[in-house]
């Protein structure tokens, strides 16, 4: 009996290398050596989007896609809204925008909850945050027309459109869009990356997200994890162009590795 | 709070282990076991999330002098308990829940889903312009690719079906794969930071 | 142009509201469909290859089928499912199916419904297809119930029959069984999650029944063979009415949506140039 299953030792290896380098990361974290991250300019995005919505006195939206927890293909993306949600209420406390969280995520309703009175509080406004408009929770079905109604009714100057996002992306970034709003729109879902990039004025893809998700909430454990999946990539570049050439020499690339 | 933690790390590292691992295969009716556990229990989640749909409208209906709009709320109870009751009473293949299926779900879902044409179409009206290099690219892809699923193009214009061929099985091919590794990295990164309990939201 | 000029006739166009765009183009979808006209329909590559896979199934085999159509995806992706379904009964194939969405279960029931009267007789439950009802859980779930199905459905169907007292589910335990299969995930992007817990480790030769949003995502696993291939959308379900000599709404359907592309590329023409006439008289986005 082999040690590890045939046909899955390249995956074994990888995942070894990765989980190893993440582990790195966070033992340096906390030895005091952060990783640094990029700044993305995204992040100056959404003050600007703030500061729209203050000029404009209008609300700004801020819409976490769809999905369930229970899910781990869609939990990454879940997860990474609850960074910048936190970031942009508070920003949003402080400086007296409104904001305005339609959430369509059931089990993720209570912590996001939390999160934006916790916000208020952090910003010394907690009579402001209004529990039964500031967020509201909806199933998918019915966030379709809330979007479409509600954003010609209340005008918001800005909008936020980040998580895990199904075939609506279109219909939301759209219909906001014709509201006036200014739209910065992010998702990990493969399917739904165009709409996101064609339709909002500013976009994330995918790991940018993420990123974004640890820069603004400077967890150690979120950094550190993004700079052991950086040497992923680094190892999936270095076996692309391995495999490039062997594969343009001839070479049976595959039958090295399983 | 600790107890689940420690079940998660334990059950997700045996769950990876067990598939790698062949040394491990007397363990994997136990795995099997895990597995059909998190169906019970995902099936469950549903629960959770209509409960906290009906407490948000109770909320709303109870403090009805805040909120202008909380006879919307009667109105989702209302449908909500005629679905529940059908359901209940003549189970999924009954007359009554079947009806409110195909006559009310139905073409409201349909309804909806078809507005996405009218979204697009304005959105390709403000979107797809020459402004500079990157939409360039984006309108000219697009529209390629767009022609050569209408057959009204592809009748008289066969060579669109090739170039959009080559978009899509050259260009759009590489970028998906590198962007699908990089979530399944982010996949990877949020599975360690779990197992160390360093992200304590996915317990809600 | 500074605020408060009056807009030239290119802004005005620019700025035009969308409510009249949305209404021309629903004039046209509509007029299409009441007064359709005849046009030219070649079938693509991925149709063809649909057809041929379904085709390429032999005659006897049982295979599984996960049918979780939404009504939302409904009326493009009910023809190729149904017509796939009858090419398959006509060739005498056994169906184990199952669900894996909760809208799924009663359109799976109107499908089977369509496939008899495309068919001219009724299917005999448990010997030619069974329903092993909605299994939760996603990709947790699809993996269990892949793995062992009759500990996921604790052994019985949709209506609580013993799966053992089935004669098409003699032999059939888990996705190794069966060496084709189809999923019709409606919308959901979930077609890797089959690739992933279905295909890869059983090797069973899968198609797919998705919209046309869900192409470029898939267009990966049809490169490398993973799927064999995809029934793309309202045009897939054209295309299989067409090969099956079955025209019937999608086709209609696609003559609609030509022309509704038709009108798209003139307004997308006449955006940019509006655009470019507004930039030369000086307005700058």
């Known amino acids: ?258 | 709070m600790t107890i689940p933690l420690y079940i998660v790390s334990i059950l997700g590292v045996w769950m990876i282990a067990e598939y790698f691992l062949p040394f491990l295969n007397p363990l994997v009716p136990t795995t099997d076991m895990i597995r059909t556990y998190a169906t019970i229990l995902a099936a469950a989640s549903w629960g959770l999330g209509t409960a906290i749909l009906c407490l948000a409208h109770g909320r709303r209906i109870y403090r009805q002098t805040k909120d202008p709009f909380w006879g919307y709320s009667v109105m989702f109870l209302i449908c909500f308990l005629a679905m529940l009751g059908a359901a209940l009473t003549q189970g999924l293949k009954g007359t009554t829940y079947l009806w409110f299926y195909n006559y009310i779900i139905g073409p409201t879902g349909q309804a909806l889903y078809s507005t996405t044409a009218f979204y697009v179409t304005t959105a390709g009206y403000r979107v797809f312009r020459f402004r500079n290099m990157d939409a360039a690219v984006l309108l000219i892809a697009g529209m390629f690719v767009m022609w050569s699923v209408l057959p009204l193009f592809t009748g008289p214009f066969p060579v669109l079906v090739v170039i959009a061929g080559w978009i899509n099985n050259v260009i759009a091919v590489a970028a998906y794969r590198g962007f699908v590794m990089g979530v399944a990295l982010g996949i990877i990164g949020l599975a360690v930071r779990v197992f160390l309990h360093k992200h304590r939201e996915v317990l809600a | ?285």
Not at chain 3, 133 to 141: N, Q
Not at chain 3, 208 to 213: D, E, F, Q, R, V
Not at chain 3, 218 to 237: H, S
């Open chain 1, 1 to 258: 009996m082999s040690v590890i299953t045939q046909g899955r030792v390249l995956g074994f290896a990888v995942l070894i290398i990765v989980i190893g380098m993440i582990l790195y990361y966070l033992q340096r974290a906390a030895g005091g050596k952060l990783s640094t991250l990029r700044r993305l300019p995204q992040i100056d995005v959404i003050d600007e989007i703030i500061a729209r919505c203050v000029e404009m006195n209008r609300e700004l939206w801020f819409l976490s896609g769809q999905g369930t927890m229970t899910y781990a293909t869609q939990l990454p993306g879940i997860l990474s809204t609850f960074g910048i949600l936190a970031y942009v209420t508070q920003r949003c406390a402080e400086f007296g925008a409104v904001i305005h969280h339609p959430t369509m995520l059931p089990v993720a309703y209570n912590i996001q909850f939390e999160i934006m009175r916790e916000a208020y509080e952090l910003a010394g406004k907690p009579e402001e945050f209004d529990p039964l408009d500031t967020i509201i929770y909806m199933p998918a079905g019915a966030s379709r027309p809330y979007v479409a109604n509600e954003s010609w009714r209340r005008k918001p100057a800005g909008a936020i459109l980040t998580g895990f996002w199904y075939h609506f992306t279109i219909i939301h970034a759209e219909a906001l869009q014709r509201a006036g709003a200014m739209t910065l729109g992010g998702t990990d879902t493969t399917h739904n990356i165009p709409f996101m990039v064609a339709a909002n004025n500013y976009s994330m893809i995918g790991e940018e997200m993420y990123a974004m998700s640890a820069y603004l909430s400077k967890d150690p454990a979120l950094t550190s994890s993004l700079a052991g999946q950086d040497v992923g990539k680094y190892i999936v570049i270095v076996l692309t162009i391995l495999g490039m050439i062997a594969g343009a020499a001839g070479v049976d690339v595959l039958t090295w590795f399983v």
């Open chain 3, 1 to 285: 142009m500074t605020e408060g000029a009056k807009k030239s006739f290119a802004e005005k166009a620019l700025d035009l509201d969308h409510r009249i765009l949305a209404s021309i183009v629903f004039c046209i979808i509509a007029a299409m469909i009441l007064y359709p006209v005849s046009i030219p329909f070649p079938v693509s590559n991925y149709g063809q290859n649909f057809y041929d896979f379904v085709h390429s199934i032999p005659a006897g085999e049982t295979i599984g089928f996960m049918l979780s159509d939404t009504p939302s995806t409904r009326p493009q992706l009910e023809p190729s499912t149904t017509l796939s379904l009858m090419i398959l009964f006509e060739k005498d194939v056994k169906i184990i199916f199952w669900q894996d969405e909760f809208m799924g279960p009663p359109i799976f029931t109107d499908y089977i419904a369509i496939t008899e009267d495309l068919l001219g007789r009724e299917l005999e439950y448990g010997v030619e297809y069974v329903d092993l009802g909605y299994v939760a859980g996603e990709e947790t779930g699809a993996a269990a119930f892949l793995k062992d199905m009759r500990t996921v459905v604790a052994g019985v169907d949709v209506d609580g029959t013993n799966l053992d007292d089935l004669p098409i589910m003699q032999g059939i335990n888990s996705g190794g069984d069966f060496e084709y299969g189809f999923f019709n995930v409606a919308c959901r992007c979930t077609e890797p999650m089959y690739v992933r817990q279905w295909q890869q480790p059983y090797g069973t030769k899968v198609g797919s029944i998705n919209c046309a949003m869900d192409l470029p995502a898939i267009t990966l696993y049809l490169a490398t063979g993973q799927i064999k291939a995809t029934a793309n959308g309202l045009l897939g379900g054209a295309e299989m009415e067409y090969l099956t000599g079955h025209l019937g709404t999608a086709y209609g359907q696609t003559l609609a949506v030509s022309f509704g592309g038709l009108y798209f590329t003139i307004l997308v023409i006449l955006g940019n140039v509006f655009f470019f006439i507004s930039r030369a008289g000086g307005r700058r986005e």
